[in-house]
């Protein structure tokens, strides 16, 4: 098979100015939340460690410096009821009515704690049960589970805790309501200061070596949007973070639904526009609410419902996702947690074999990849980069503001890397449909000049040229990370060089500036060489 590439069609500019808007997110940057019935899956146990999932959370380690942190959470965690005589990590049953891709009624034994001891260096936040489930051994649970958890995460092992997901959700729930419909922000403070009075409790009694300023904390309220039925503001002001023990302000996020109508991959996903609309709710909201410590997202991915076939797979998803994250890093959101599950169609990887799904790199993780890469070990800044001029063939203005995207980091106060995006949807497939038939369209490609200020120092500079690679927005397989692949076929996800993909690729500064030639569909790092993240890890 042969791609027809199209000659250039177009020319933007971009000015990178000082750092003086960057902003630096906090380390883990991308880091993961993993469905909790899920969790046995991805982690494995003492005698049977699933060690493509850790082959993959080292790669993302060997970039950032330090392996993401992993959220052990969602629906499930407010349907998992524990029992002591369980002999296997969980029971789960299924109501297809309820949900057909996890489990809606949950049993955890002994041998679930095993899975947290499995990756090393990594640091977990276990999810409590606080929706209860309408099962009334859940308080029992909770004490008993606090126990078991704090004394398999010890100081080490312990990023902070988590009670209850999404309880703006509780009383409208699509899975089935467990609050009733007049549930407000005082009703969910209370039973959350008692729970984790609680769980307080618990740990002075089993692990008082958890109970330091460095130690003792939570994400929360870990509400699933910024327009539910309960409000972070109210939440706030009715006195969530009475003890000052809320270390991170989490919220979720999602671009929209797997069955939402009009979904489409450039309208939805590959589309800068709509992405900045859906993060700038939550800077707001944060703005409004200024609890003094950092803003997360401890859920988020592209599409609720775990994901659209043909979408949330796909390369474009990849995109997607490098956008995202690059974005969110950009206006303050300090880290940010992808969501994914066993069989769910956005998942970064799928970790074990299963009727519906083969253990799997997917598209998605190689979006996280690149943007590890852009941020690098060396603790960098990040802006988003204006895109200020730019001429087309026909003289017509070129830059499309949803699909011309850059960000520029900086170290030291100098740009150090850029990320260019060009998230125009070229499909590979004849119409998209993943068949045979291949596109005979040629893909453009479009030139992306950057004036770089203070970069007259680096004149006649080489720049190291990184690409994310793949044949379209459609594509669902060959992918590539600056020729590195770590599908799981190959190495068990461990990175193993291409020989069919060009790497080495360089540039030159002139005049201050540098140029790159983008096709559509594809993303770009280019490594200025000034800080000691260059992006490479291997």
């Not at 407010?78 to 990590?89: F, P, R, T, V």
């Not at 078991?148 to 092992?157: R, S």
């Not at 309960?230 to 996020?253: C, R, V, Y």
């Not at 690149?370 to 941020?375: D, E, G, I, S």
Request: proline fraction near 5%; glycine fraction near 12%.
């Amino acid at each position: 098979m042969s791609i027809v590439i199209a000659e250039p069609t177009n020319y933007a500019v971009g000015s990178v100015a000082s750092a003086v808007n960057a902003i630096q997110p906090l380390d883990g940057f991308i880091s993961y939340s993993i469905e909790f019935s899920s969790f046995p899956d991805f982690a494995g146990n003492i005698s049977n460690p699933n060690e493509f999932s850790d082959n993959l959370l080292e790669n993302l380690g060997a970039l950032a410096g330090i392996k993401p942190y992993i959220r052990v959470g969602g629906n499930t965690q407010d349907y998992a009821i524990y029992n002591s005589e369980l002999a296997i990590a969980i029971n789960g049953t299924y109501n297809n009515s309820r949900s057909p891709d996890y489990p809606t009624t949950i049993e955890i034994g002994p041998a679930y704690f095993e899975s947290y001891s499995t990756w090393p260096n990594v640091k977990f936040a276990h999810g409590f049960n606080l929706g209860g489930n309408h099962d009334d051994r859940q308080w029992e649970t909770l004490l008993v589970t606090a126990a078991l958890a704090c004394k398999a995460l010890g100081k080490d092992k312990l990023y902070w805790w988590e009670y209850g997901n999404e309880p703006d959700l509780f009383a409208t729930s699509s899975q089935g309501p467990v609050r009733p419909s007049n549930y407000n922000e005082s009703d969910y403070v209370a039973e959350w200061l008692n729970g984790t009075r609680a769980i307080k409790s618990v740990l002075e009694a089993n692990c008082p070596d958890l109970l330091g300023n460095d130690t003792y904390g939570y994400l929360a309220p870990s509400f699933g949007g910024t327009g539910n039925h309960l409000k972070a503001p109210l939440t706030w002001a009715d006195g969530l973070d009475e003890d000052k023990d809320i270390k991170l302000f989490s919220s979720h996020n999602y671009i929209s639904g797997a069955q939402s109508l009009g979904v489409t991959l450039q309208g939805t996903l590959m589309n800068h526009t709509r992405t900045a609309l859906s993060i700038g709710a939550h800077v707001a909201e944060n703005a409004t609410i200024r609890p003094g410590i950092p803003y997360i997202l401890g859920e988020t991915n592209s599409l609720y419902n775990q994901g659209r076939p043909g979408l949330s797979d796909s390369f474009g998803a990849a995109l997607w996702a490098i956008d995202f994250a690059a974005y969110c890093a950009a206006a303050g959101v300090a880290r940010v947690h992808f969501h994914m599950g066993t069989d769910y169609r956005y998942a970064a990887w799928q970790p074990v074999d299963t009727p519906k799904t083969p253990r799997a790199t997917k598209p998605p993780y190689y979006g996280n990849v690149a943007v590890a890469a852009f941020l690098g070990h060396d603790g960098a800044s990040v802006a988003q980069v204006e895109f200020t001029g730019a001429s087309s063939n026909n003289g017509s203005s070129a830059v499309d503001k949803e699909t011309d995207v850059a960000y520029a980091a900086y170290v030291g106060g100098a740009v150090a890397r850029i990320l260019v995006l060009n998230l125009r949807a070229y499909n590979y497939t004849l119409n998209g449909t993943g068949g045979a038939d291949f596109n005979p369209e040629p893909r453009p490609v479009r030139t992306y000049g950057f004036e770089v200020e203070g970069a007259g120092g680096l004149e006649g500079a080489l720049v190291t040229v990184r690409r994310l690679y793949a044949n379209g927005s459609d594509a669902v397989t060959g992918i590539a990370w600056d020729g590195w692949s770590y599908n799981y076929e190959l190495d068990g996800g461990r990175p193993v060089r291409l020989g069919n993909v060009t790497t080495g690729e360089t540039l030159r500064v002139v005049g201050g500036g540098v140029e790159v030639r983008v096709p559509d569909s594809q993303a770009v790092v280019l490594d200025f060489g000034t800080g000691t993240g260059t992006g490479t890890g291997y």
